[in-house]
Every structure is written in C-alpha cells, then in structure tokens.
C-alpha cells in the first residue's frame, strides 16, 4: 500500500461515528434536532485541479459547483458554505466568480478563512445541506436487480477542456459544471443508491458496485455521450462531468431524463462488467482521487 | 487598500446571511430545526502557519484546536470536524497527531478531502459545534461598565516557539494549544461578549471594542503573562495563546478562573486604551489575520 494509501485508510479508521459515512467518499450525514444534515468538504489545489493561469472566477464557481454536487447526490438541499482561500493573483476575479455561483444557486457564504502562501495556491469549501428525503441515498443501496441509470451525457468536461486548451473563450462543461440539484432532490424519494459522476462513469460505477457489494453491468453503447463516436472510451472514463448516477428497481421510470445503461446483478467475478467484460480493479477506469 | 483587503471586503459583502456573523473573525451561527450550529473553518498553510520541517503531528494537534478554540469562544459543544488535506511528508505523524486530538477532545472526524499539490502544504479544518447557550455569545456584545477578563496566561505560545527554536522537544502552549472548551460552556450563559485571543491580547481586545462600538481601556499590568516580565508587552500582542476573552456586567464574578484585566467605557477617542494611552489603529498590536 502507498503511504497515501495508507494515510487514507487511517483517516478512515478515524471517521467511525455513524454520520461519517466513508471518508472522502461520500458526505457526512448528520441528524440534529429532527434535521438531517449534509456535509461535504472538497478542496482545489492549482497545478493539480486547475492549470496556473486559469481563469479564477472559473475555479470559483467549480469549487463551489462540485461541492454542491455532493449534496445534489444525497437529494440535499444547499443551506450554505463556508471557504478557505488561499490569497494571491486572481483574487478579484475569484470573488466575482464566487458571487456569481453563490447568487445563481442562491446558496450563503457563511464564513471561512483567507490565508497567505507562498506556492501553489488553494482552495478548500465546506457546503452544508438539508436533506429533502430520508434515508439519505448512498452509494452502497444498489440491490441485484435494480437498473443503472445515468442523467445527460458523459465526456462534456473532456470536450470543455480541449475547447479550453485550444484557446476557445467561454462557459465549458469542463469551468462550469452545473451541480443537479433540482433533479437529485426529485431523485431521492426513489433511488437505491445514487452518487455524483466526479471521476469517470466507469471508475464511479465500479465504486458504487464495491459498495453495495453487488456488481454492475454497464452496456457501453448505451451511454449517451457528449463527445464523438470515436472518443466514446475516453468519454466514459473521463471525470468532472458531475452527472447523477442512480439506481431503480427494474421497471420503474426515474422522475427526471436520464438514460439507463446498465443493470445491478449478484456479486460475481469482477465488480464491474462492461460489455460483458470483466473490469477486476479499478486501474484506468477513471482518475485518480487526488 | 490592499488588494487582499479589498477581496476580504468583496468576502464580507457577500456573507451577508444572518448566519454569518462576520466573515474570518467570528463563526458562522445557524438556526436549524430547533438547534442552534455553531461553524468555523480555519486554514493552516507550510511556511506561514508552521515552518517547513514541523512535526506534523503538531501541525494537526494545532489545526483541530485552533478551530475548537472558536467554537469555545462560542460556548459550543463539538459534533465534528472535516478535514482538507494536501497529502506529503508527514502524513504518518499527522494522522497520528490527528487521532490524538480527535480522540482527546471526543470529536468525530465526519468526513473531508485529500489533494495532491506541489510546493507547500495547506489544510484546512472545518469544525461544526451545537450551541449549549443562546443567544450565542459574540464579540459584539460588550456593554458599557462591564468588566474586561481573560482566562490563564498570555505569551506561553511565545515561550513555547522560542523553546522549540532553541531545539527543546515536548510540548509546549505553542505545538500544543489547549482549546477552552469546558470554560466557554460555563461561560456562555454569563458573558456579555466573548472571543478567542487568537492574535494578541490588544489585537483581539481592539477587535473586540470595534465590533461593539464602545472603547475598551486595558491596565497591562493585571494582565497575567507566562513570560519574564521585561517581555510584557511582546506577551501581550503575541497571538496564539487561545485565551479566551470575554466581558462581564462590573460586580459579576466570572464560574471559571480568570482576570480582570479592564473594563468596557462609552466609545472615546479611541477603540483601546492602554494605560490610558489612546491606542488608535490596530498596526503592531499583534499579528496579522492571515
């Protein structure tokens, strides 16, 4: 095991109580005073999450996006968040890029810490939420049976960031992830498990299938995908597209458009069956979580 | 003013929700089914917040205190933390100083994120509390005629650093700041304002006056310090120390140990005066903010 590996793990040895659900994984649920409460925290470091140079009020807005992503997934409803920053160039555009997300998914700024710091920069935010149904969905519900379905298209942000790359202007799938809030909360009430598509369908597929202890079969044709024929692979395996990935008991129609690719079967070989191929760990299936 | 005065405010400006007090200096303090939460996130960053080379044990030991220590100033119980974490060298000790801080204060570790980056590390700590008393005590409550107090001793932190940079081992007020838990529950229901000193005694108390609208007049001499008396003054703008300051109505005497260093007079000439030295701006009072 890596050292970082190995530090994970011990961070997951610490997360016991009942409302840390899996370190890193997935959000915090915690019940108060009749509420239930969603907690996430996710941080973005340049040079690793976003290339030096980058438009900050893009970084901004993807903080605050793929946090409010976690909460989409859990059917949570945002009730505000809390920002550390690191100071430094861009900040001007960091803050417009701040208000422009917190005031278009009317979420709070609720406090935080702004620090200074020689080096890379970066950015942490904790979004807290209010469950809309309980139980909160997870991604360890998907039961032998149940149809894998998936909202919108797969390989939007690898398009976006090529777009980007080639000097193309403009809101990107990749800069501007649209966190699905409306249709997690419309999800909750009838999902087996649900998780946010934020390091490749098939990486997160796999994941799901580890956590439910079942495997997932996924028919890869099926996917509808935001990228050409060609790159159709590439597009399931890419990350950021912060699509919601679900589960139904078979025959059952989800509340909102999305796509069924696969089916949820008893754990066999392999955690994951694409194409009727067995996918054994999870090595190239997407990125890594770092 | 400076460009990264100038994004503070653009912060400030956007928290405007009735739950975020007052962005950076003070919690965040939220109304949810019947429970009043109590938020803080603080950041620590290699090279600004602990030399390269620290023991990273200390260095998570410091960062879960020091945000205990502000949900302290609030009277709060703690429910959790998230973590952010750039993962690098250290990451055993961290998790090693981590498990010991966690385990001591009784705080579950609810969830978070780790980050690869390069250059130096930064993390970030977002600890969320239950408050035991409302209202909520705040900085901005002082009253004219109360009396000025402030638990243990100043400029241990100062001692503890210099102990470390003459290359003595253990621990010390500095690696290891004890968050005043207990003391701000008893607290609570009696003062009429209260914060951590978190960056000098005459910063905090000048923060204090100025979030209350009234003056505060400080005698240096009753205020206990940990250091040689010659290094008075350096103990008491030094930060760090994790006191907690907090005013009571004149007569009233406080349920935990603590002195009374001043008192609160109607807003004067001036925010702080020391020895009845009017002390007009917060420059050289302790130490800045980020």
């Known amino acids: ?161 090529e777009a980007l790359q080639r000097g193309e202007s403009g809101h990107t799938a990749y800069s501007h992830p649209v966190p699905l809030l409306t249709e997690g909360q419309a999800l909750a009430p009838h999902v087996t498990a649900m998780m946010d598509v934020s390091d490749g369908l098939l990486l997160d597929s796999f994941r799901m299938a580890e956590a439910s202890r079942v495997s997932i079969a996924i028919d890869s044709k099926s996917a509808p995908i935001a990228a050409p024929e060609e790159r159709r692979m590439e597009a399931l395996t890419w990350g950021d597209d912060y699509q919601l990935l679900f589960t139904l008991p078979a025959g059952e129609e989800p509340p909102v458009p999305a796509t069924n690719i696969g089916q949820v079967e008893p754990r066999g070989f392999a955690p994951l069956f694409l194409d009727g191929e067995p996918l054994l760990n999870s090595e190239g299936l997407g990125y890594s979580h770092n």
């Not at 040079?47 to 859990?74: F, Q, R």
């Not at 519900?141 to 390989?155: K, N, S």
């Open 1 to 161: 095991m890596s050292s970082e590996a190995a530090f994970i793990s011990s961070l997951r040895a610490l997360a016991t109580h009942p409302a840390a659900r899996n370190f890193e994984d997935d959000c915090a649920v915690l019940e108060l005073g009749g509420e239930t409460l969603v907690l996430t925290h996710d941080m973005m470091v340049e040079g690793t999450h976003y290339p030096p140079g980058a438009d900050m009020a893009d970084v901004a807005w993807k903080l605050v996006a793929v946090n409010l992503s976690d909460l989409a997934a859990k059917g949570a409803e945002p009730i505000g968040v809390l920002l550390g920053h690191m100071l430094g160039n861009g900040d001007d555009a960091f803050a417009k890029g701040l208000a422009e997300v917190l005031g278009h998914y009317n979420v709070p700024l609720l406090g935080g810490d702004t620090v200074s710091g020689k080096g890379p920069k970066s950015h942490g935010l904790t979004a807290i939420g209010r469950a809309t149904h309980v139980p909160v969905p997870s991604r360890t519900g998907a039961q032998v049976g149940d149809a894998l379905w998936v909202t919108g298209e797969l390989g939007g942000a690898m398009m976006g960031l």
